[in-house]
Structures are given as C-alpha cells and as structure tokens.
C-alpha cells in the first residue's frame, strides 16, 4: 500500500540516506531507527509530504502522495516532535477540532478522554496539562480520527509506562484492522512479530 | 461520520481562531492601541492649528493604520507554527487556501474591524472635514482586508526565519503603497467635494484581486516554509 521508492534525502549538502526503497501492506509496521541526526524524522515527513524529496517517490496504493494530496491525508494521521494541539483551548475543544480537519471516528469524545486516561480533564485547559498528559491528548487524535496510515515521530515522549503500554495495545489493535504504522522511538518496545519492518537508517 | 464540509471546516477554523484571541485578550488591544496612540500624538507633535490637522488627517490615519496592520500581522500564524498546530493544518483533507482564507479572516475581524469603529473618533479629534468622515470608513472597510490578506503571504514566507521581523516588513511594505496612496486620495478627494468613486474602485479591484489570488500564495509559501 505504502511504497517508497529509491528515495533520498540532503541536507545542507549531507546525504542522510539514499537508494531507500521498501514497501508495507496493511497490518504492517515500520519502525525506523538510527542515531541522533540520522534522518529519522526527515523520512518521516517526506512520508507525509510535508517535506519535498530530493529524489525518488512515495505512492500511496499506486499513485504519488504529491498527486494524491487531499485523498491521501484523509487516510492518513501524523504527530510530530510538536504536539500540534492548542494550549488556551481546552481538550475537548482540541479534540473537536481534529475531528473537524480529519475524518471523524464514530466515538464520542468523553470516551475517548477516557481511553486516554484524561476523563476529568474535558474542560480543563491544555496549558493547565503536564507534558505527559498533552502528549497523551495529541495521540487521543489517533482515536477520534479515523485513518489508515499512522506516521508518529517518537509518539513515546514523555509517557510513563502505563500510557506506554496503552498506546502499544492501540498500536497492535490498528496493525489487527489492516492499518499501517510508521513510527521512531528511542524506548524498546514490547510490540514483536514479522508484521514489524526495522529500518536502521544509521548502518 | 462524515467529514465537514469545505463551510463548515472554514467557520469552524474561524471561529477556532476567534476563541483563541479572546482568551488571549491582551493581544487584541496591542494594533489598536497603536493606532489611537500614533493618532493623538500627531496633534501633540506638530501643534493644534484645526486647518493643517484636517488637511493631513487622512494621511496620519492611512499611515497609523498600515502600520498598525503590520504590528500584528505576525501572529496570524506564528502560535501555530510554534506548537505544530500548522503541521496538522497543511495535513488536513481540507484544502489549505481556504483554512488560510479562514485564518485571515478571523485575523481582519480582530485587527482591522477595531480600527473600523475606532476611526470615526479619531477623525473627529483631526476635525476631519465631515464630508470625508463617511469615505474614510469606507476605505478603511474595503482596503484593511488587503492588508491582511497581502500580509499573510509575506507572514507565509518568513515564518521559518528566526528573525524574518524586518524582511517581512520589507516585503509587505512596497506592496502596501498602492493601497495607501488610493485610500489616502479618495479621502482627499471628498473632502475637496469631489467624486471619490474612482479611487474607490481601484481599492474594490485591490480587495477583488487579493481575496481571490492571495490565499493560494499564501498556502503555497506556507508548504515552502515547512518543508
């Protein structure tokens, strides 16, 4: 379904890594490591076409992502090193409006919080959150939206190891239903089987 | 569910924005006072003599309120940027001219919709000529909106730069002249008694023009700046 193709990616004159080429199918996931500075998250925003590449191309089921454009970031979440939610809103309101610029999942929003161990927090703040609990609510996204293709940048980042295990569960259920997952992180993860790819970007 | 449709995305960014303004209240008042600010120190500055103060009025307000545009054209995208809210914008189904659309608009009603009503005030403090009065809103109605939506290109542009402050200025700025001069004569010209429809329909064609080509450039430099 995702196939990258013969790509590279410079910067400042560096090649981080060229000739990349893999494919993956759904229930599949990739998970993409390396050292510091090695182009972990540079692959993964050329995954989501935020970043242009240098050279090569991503299809998406067939066609280029540059072409797909609308269609393919219906299907597609991303969240990043920034958590992307608003700190004066609060996080419902957060919450509806991810739903707003995506593809919303039929679950109401309290259960979600709840999923995502921020019940009592609807209507609190996000600047009143800790930076665990604003990343928890950055990934309750992956929830209320309803998508494919998961690309997340060290979605681990300051989680404690319950919310860790909690997400890995979410992640597993996503590869049960055919979704694709891309993702970096530092923290081992308990996930294993053959649907996992590893791509060591620093070798 | 389904997804939102293309009005309701836009009204939802609005008001999306809106609500984050209002709780940043103080953020609100910084363009506007600016412009009361710059308007009642002229007359300080140069002496209270009522003909030359009537005479340069439309000038000082034009300029008060350019500048005033610029002070705040910044923050229609910076707090998105920083915290990766724009990220998510680029990548949302909906097409980004018009959530950029959307986002300038709710940054007009905050910063130019105040100078609207403020403005009658000031030109009476100036002892503009009464005539006058009734063209200077219209021209602040019609022209403001240009300047938010030409500001949000070179915002687009230079929000990736640690220090894109002056180069913002100098490119918005020659592309704000235009609007000025019009807007300044068509207040002059009315109140010589004259018929301002001329000027008028130049800043009409400017608002026309902008509206419809600016929010794709906008969208454009913002893809450029992130990537």
């Known amino acids: 379904m995702l196939k990258i193709e013969d790509l590279a990616c410079v ?7 060229e000739h990349l080429s893999l494919s993956l199918e759904g229930g599949q996931m990739l998970l993409v490591e390396g050292r510091n500075g090695s182009g972990k998250t540079s692959l993964l925003r050329l995954l989501t076409g935020l970043k242009l590449a240098d050279e090569g191309d991503i299809l998406w089921q067939g066609e280029s992502i540059t072409q797909l454009r609308a269609d393919y970031y219906e299907q597609m979440n991303y969240i990043g090193h920034h958590d992307g939610v608003k700190r004066e809103l609060t996080c419902l309101e957060n919450l509806r409006l991810a739903q707003a610029m995506g593809k919303p999942a039929d679950i109401e929003l309290d259960d979600a919080l709840e999923r995502v161990n921020l019940f009592r927090y609807g209507d609190t703040p996000v600047s009143n959150l800790s930076a ?6 950055a990934l309750a996204r992956l929830i209320v939206t309803e998508s494919k ?3 997340l940048d060290e979605p681990f980042t300051s989680l404690d ?3 860790m295990a909690y997400f890995e569960g979410l992640f597993e259920q996503h590869l049960q239903q055919q979704g694709l997952l891309v993702m970096t992180s530092h923290h081992d993860i ?4 053959s649907n996992i790819q590893r791509l060591d970007l620093s070798a | 569910m389904n997804r939102l449709s293309l009005t309701q995305a836009f009204i939802f960014l609005l008001k999306r924005d809106l609500t984050l303004v209002f709780r940043n209240r103080g953020e609100l008042a910084n363009p506007l006072l600016f412009f009361v600010l710059v308007i009642t120190l002229f007359p300080l500055a140069i002496g209270a003599e009522p003909e030359l103060l009537s005479r340069i009025a439309p000038g000082i307000i034009w300029v008060a ?3 005033a545009a ?4 910044d923050g229609i995208f910076r707090s998105d940027f920083e915290d990766g809210s724009l990220e998510q914008l680029l990548l949302s189904a909906h097409p980004m001219p018009v959530l950029v659309l959307a986002k300038v608009c709710a940054h007009w009603l905050v910063t130019g919709l105040p100078l609207l009503i403020i403005a009658p005030v000031l030109a ?3 002892g503009m000529v009464e005539e006058a009065q009734p063209i200077l809103m219209l021209t602040i109605l019609i022209a403001t909106p240009v300047l938010s939506l030409i500001g949000s290109i070179g915002v687009a542009l230079t929000i990736g730069l640690r220090k894109g402050g002056i180069i913002l200025s100098l490119l918005v700025l020659p592309l704000y002249v235009p609007v000025l001069i019009f807007a300044a004569s068509a207040i002059e010209s009315s109140a010589m008694g004259l018929n301002a429809s001329a000027q008028i329909s130049m800043l009409l064609a400017f608002l026309f023009l902008a509206a419809s080509l600016s929010p794709w450039a906008t969208a454009a430099a913002l893809k450029m700046s992130m990537s």
């Open chain 1, 11 to 17: 910067r400042d004159d560096r090649v981080l890594f």
């Open chain 1, 149 to 151: 293709l998961w690309i």
């Open chain 2, 70 to 73: 610029m002070l705040s054209l």
């Open chain 1, 190 to 193: 308990a996930m294993s089987g």
């Open chain 2, 65 to 67: 309120a350019l500048l």
């Open chain 2, 124 to 126: 009476e403090m100036l």
């Open chain 1, 132 to 137: 665990g609990q604003t990343r928890r609510l």
């Open chain 1, 161 to 163: 190891k319950k919310s």
